[in-house]
């Protein structure tokens, strides 16, 4: 769609309803501008090129997105204003069908009186990490290929098949055993219950021409654990899986144990000896928790009963995801998994994830998936 197009599209909305429900009324177009009146009664406008320039590169927007294209803290308007001309659905991912513009432009209602006004807004969405990063993805790939929860299209088993239980799995008996051994060096009763994990799958690539379709997880501080590490070493005996030696080495890292992971666990105290396996570390963790203070972090769970149990589960379950695509139920549509480690931004970026742009993001997820899984994105 040309500029002008898109301009006398968007001369047509007369109102927007933002996802929390404000109402942004009055919305006219004049020159390169689009005027609005916002609940409070101040009159706005936003840039109509700026606006542009987000249906032009983004295939999915929210509010966290929108920052990076539109001046001004005027966010929300223009993530409502979007979605009304039906350019965006209501989830924020762009809708591919171009609409028919009429060679008769309306008259756009003369813009009202009032200077614009560039006060703060209330962020309306909370945009977490995970969030931030499929928004980036959807928009690198095209939407119509990235699912995930956060962008409200969770994981289904219509998508995969991922059980609390790898001997629900289906699994060549090699990787069974391979899984077995997992759960002894975990410390597992292996009472692990029943029951699907689909639904907390991060999220997933679907039929890519080049990626295909996959699990792809954002893995934030709290994975990296000396649990993790257990299950990574293992993982080498099943599959060469690419981040691999980047995962072993964040897991062997005590610093980044001390600063970044254990605080994720709500646990004060340093771990002061070499990272060596789990049980080390669950044989320490017990020892400096007290026993009439719970921490929900570290507590026991099925199958891992003791204190460290949950980090104990957290491992073995994503082992669970590393290996989704060998058990028989998917292993005629799915790849094997791709897994972006949240501090690989700050290793390239020396910035903090809340810190970078979208734009800085979206570049460097697009390294990644060149360094270590070999597609360049176009």
């Known amino acids: 769609m040309e500029y002008s197009d898109f301009k006398i599209l968007l001369s047509r909305i007369t109102s927007a309803t ?39 590169k983004c295939t999915f927007i929210n509010t966290s997105i929108l ?15 979007l979605i009304e001309s039906e350019l965006f659905d209501q989830q924020g991912c762009r809708i591919n069908d171009e609409k028919t513009i009429s060679d008769t432009e309306n008259n756009p209602v003369e813009a009202f009186p009032g200077s614009t006004n560039d006060e703060s807004e209330e962020v309306e969405v909370a945009e977490k990490d995970e969030g931030r990063f499929f ?54 009763n292996w009472n692990l219950g029943s029951g699907h994990l689909e639904r907390f799958i991060d999220g997933m690539i679907v039929n890519h021409p080049i990626l295909g379709t996959r699990i792809v997880e954002f893995d934030e501080e709290q994975h990296f654990t000396p649990a993790r590490l257990d299950s990574l070493q293992i993982l080498k005996e099943i599959d060469e899986f690419p981040f691999i030696d980047l995962y072993t080495d964040l897991c062997k890292n005590n610093s980044y144990l001390n600063r970044y992971v254990l605080p994720k666990h709500r646990v004060k105290e340093n771990f002061e000896n070499d990272i060596n396996d789990f049980q080390g570390f669950q044989t320490w963790l017990h ?30 379950y994503d082992s669970l995801r590393d ?56």
């Open 287 to 316: 020892s400096i928790t007290p026993p009439d203070k719970k921490n929900g972090y570290i507590e026991a769970k099925p199958g891992f009963t003791f204190i460290g149990g949950r980090i104990a589960q957290r491992a073995y």
């Open 135 to 188: 928004a980036a993805l959807a928009n690198l790939l095209d939407s119509k290929y990235v699912k995930s929860k956060s962008l409200n299209k969770p994981i289904t088993s219509s998508d995969v098949i991922l059980y609390k239980n790898h001997d629900e799995m289906k699994v060549a008996n090699t990787v069974a055993n391979i899984m077995n051994l997992l759960l002894e060096k975990l410390g597992s």
């Open 67 to 81: 920052r990076t294209y539109i001046s001004g803290r005027k966010f929300s308007p223009s993530l409502a204003i």
């Open 323 to 378: 290996i989704a695509h060998l058990a028989t139920a998917n292993e005629t549509k799915l790849t094997p998994i791709i897994r972006f480690p949240k501090v690989y931004v700050a290793l390239i970026l020396k910035k903090e994830f809340d810190q970078v742009s979208m734009g800085e993001l979206q570049k460097v997820i697009a390294q990644y998936l060149l360094e270590y899984y070999n597609y360049k994105v176009n």
């Open 18 to 56: 933002s996802v929390t429900g404000k109402s942004y009324t009055r919305i006219s177009v004049k020159c390169d501008q689009i005027y609005y009146r916002r609940e409070s009664g101040s009159n706005e406008s936003i840039d109509l090129r700026e606006l542009y320039d987000v249906y032009k």
